[in-house]
């Protein structure tokens, strides 16, 4: 199993960045899909997540509204598009695959001025 994460940067507040996370080494269509976040000092958090077909989504309430996740079961990608970002949605994200217990290497999102 393995998870790319890519897409992540400096940002000023107020923009915008698109993570993409590629899988291999397994269904990916049979698995429910998720991205985490963990500022410095803090713990690790859901961000989003998105069920097999992308029928069904959900979002921590820091991110309602800003973030949207989606999926490419023909590309075997995930996708979180974050808009209006704010200096405390810097973190590393990483995507996730809980019932694999499968971590990517996380993508730095730095926002700033």
């Known amino acids: 199993v393995q998870l790319v994460e890519s897409g992540g940067g400096l940002v000023q507040p107020g923009g915008s960045l698109r993570l993409s996370c590629v899988a291999s080494g397994f269904t990916f269509s049979s698995y429910t899909m998720n991205w985490y976040r963990q500022a410095p000092g803090k713990e690790r958090e859901l961000v989003a997540q998105i069920t097999r077909a992308g029928a069904f989504t959900q979002y921590a309430d820091s991110v309602k509204g800003r973030f949207t996740i989606s999926r490419d079961n023909a590309k075997n990608t995930v996708y979180l598009q974050m808009n209006s970002l704010k200096p405390e949605d810097t973190g590393v994200y990483y995507c996730?695959?809980?019932?694999?217990?499968?971590w990517g290497q996380g993508a730095q999102v730095t926002v700033s001025s």
């Open positions: 996730n695959v809980a019932r694999l217990g499968a």
